[in-house]
Each structure stands twice: as structure tokens, then as C-alpha cells.
């Protein structure tokens, strides 16, 4: 197994950015890659904003914060991830993007190189499309990242043992907390939580109660931080979506079935606060 040092993060959105951020904190060097330039810039201003808070609130130096930020390089070309330990794969749920990028990963990166995805998709299926399934191994960080501790670690059917170690040991050290779970649709956190999600939007459209009192009762009444629709608001619909559309086609059960209303506000372009409009309204 190697020391990881070196990380390759492969796209560079809010998790790729944050999971790039914890890295450079641990003192690892990042690679953080995408196909935009757009995106890099973004990402860059973000993870200075969000190092920015930190040395403001006296959690972090401004020496600190200069040399995390230093230990991050972006690129817009794959191959520069070739020298990594460890990549990360942390690109938008399309089955066929990922599959693309793994299978050039694989002929660039060391034979030894770990592989990890942050993803609700199979992690034995996305292994497959690897010659290294043994070393391939699911990262489910959660949102933002650079705050949220837990880690689901995510074992596929051929993921050895060793792997495992490596990556919880990654894990802690990047000041997470992780979980060891098995790989089956929605793994423990999407397939609990997304239905209850999805069930609070169908309460909305059949009318049962508005989004403010559907989040209103759980607040109140089961002493969530935020409610289902606030939290499907900051997930995002999309992605939302996406996870009911693995649960559902993974299990084959019409209770996993999407809400219509779902579908409708994805289709509008209402996604949440990226949009600037989901159940609720943003600046």
C-alpha cells in the first residue's frame, strides 16, 4: 500500500473544492483538476473565502492559511494527476462521465495508486470499469465539507482489506470521522435520508402542508437543525434526483419513486439555492 501524500481531486465543485481544502489541511499535496477554467477560478475563490473565515475567527494563522493554500494546484489536464496516491473523483452523478474518467485515470496513475469516489452511485460497478478493483473504494463526504466530519467509507464487493485501512487512516487524519459501510444503493446516509426528503416534497404536492410547515414539524418536532425542503434546498433538486433514480432503479421499489414535483422543479431549472430558487427563495 503507499503513504499517501500526493492527492488527485477530479472536479472541482463545491465537494471537490472542500475535499481539497480538508487535504491541503492535513498537509497533503492537492491536485485539484477540471475541464473548466471557470471552475478552477471559482473553487480558488471560494477555498480562500472559506480560509479567510477561518483566520478570522482565530481557528487558523494567517501563515497557516497561506501555506494550505499553497499546497493546492489546479489544472485543467488529467495526466497532471498521474503522480497521485490517492485519487478522488468528486464530478456531477453522471454514470458515463465518471466511468470516462476512470478509465483514462487507470492507464495514467501508478499500478498502486488508491481510487476513491464521492458518489451515491455502485462503487463495485464504477471499480469495474478499472483493472484495480481491489484498490477502489468509495469517499462520501458530505456538505461543506470543510465543516462535516463524517466520512462514509464505502467498501466494493472486491476492495481488500488493506485498502480499507489506508483510506479510514486518510480519512482521520483529514480531521474526519469515517464510517465503514457496504455497497448497496444510497449506502447508509442517501438511502435513509433522501425518502424522507422525497416524501416531505410529496406532502407539499398532494397538498397536505406548505414547504415552511413541512420543515416547520421536523424543526419543532424531531429537533432538526434545518428542515427536509431547507436541506433538499442546499443538497440540491438535481442531485436529489439523481439519488432517488439510484435508489429507485437499484432496488427495484416503487416506494423509492421520485415525486413528481420533483421532476417538475428540476426540469424548470429550479434547483435550490444554486439556483437562486427551489421551495424557497435566494439571493
Not at 85 to 99: H, P, S, W, Y
Not at 141 to 148: L, T
Not at 174 to 200: C, H, W
Not at 207 to 235: N, W, Y
Amino acid at each position: 500500500m503507499p503513504t499517501i501524500e500526493k492527492l488527485a481531486v477530479i472536479g472541482a465543485g463545491a465537494m471537490g473544492a472542500g475535499i481539497a481544502q480538508v487535504a491541503a489541511t492535513a498537509r497533503l499535496e492537492v491536485m485539484l483538476i477540471d475541464t473548466g477554467k471557470a471552475q478552477l477560478e471559482k473553487a480558488r475563490v471560494t477555498m480562500d473565502s472559506s480560509l479567510g473565515r477561518l483566520v478570522k475567527k482565530g481557528a487558523l494563522s494567517d501563515t497557516d492559511a497561506k501555506a494550505i493554500a499553497g499546497r493546492i494546484a489546479f489544472t485543467i489536464d488529467l495526466s497532471d494527476g498521474e503522480d497521485a496516491d490517492l485519487a478522488i473523483e468528486a464530478v456531477f452523478e453522471n454514470e458515463g462521465v465518471k466511468r470516462d474518467i476512470w478509465q483514462k485515470l487507470d492507464a495514467l496513475c501508478k499500478p498502486e495508486a488508491l481510487f476513491a469516489s464521492n458518489t451515491s452511485i455502485s462503487i463495485t460497478r464504477l471499480a469495474a470499469h478499472t483493472k484495480r478493483p481491489e484498490l477502489f473504494i468509495g469517499m462520501h463526504f458530505f456538505n461543506p465539507v470543510p465543516v462535516m466530519k463524517l466520512v462514509e467509507v464505502i467498501r466494493g464487493n472486491k476492495t481488500s482489506d488493506a485498502t480499507c485501512r489506508v483510506v479510514m487512516a486518510l480519512a482521520t487524519r483529514m480531521d474526519k470521522t469515517p464510517v465503514q459501510v457496504n455497497d448497496y444503493p444510497g449506502f447508509v446516509s442517501n438511502r435513509v435520508l433522501m425518502p424522507l426528503i422525497n416524501e416531505a416534497i410529496f406532502a407539499v404536492f398532494e397538498g397536505v402542508a406548505t414547504a415552511e410547515a413541512v420543515d416547520e414539524v421536523f424543526k419543532l418536532g424531531m429537533a432538526h437543525p434545518m428542515g427536509p425542503l431547507t436541506l433538499a434546498d442546499f443538497i440540491g433538486l438535481d442531485v436529489c434526483l439523481s439519488i432517488m433514480e439510484v435508489l429507485h432503479q437499484g432496488f427495484g421499489d416503487p416506494k423509492y419513486r421520485p415525486c413528481p414535483l420533483l421532476r417538475q422543479m428540476v426540469a424548470a431549472g429550479k434547483l435550490g439555492r444554486k439556483s437562486g430558487e427551489g421551495f424557497y427563495k435566494y439571493q
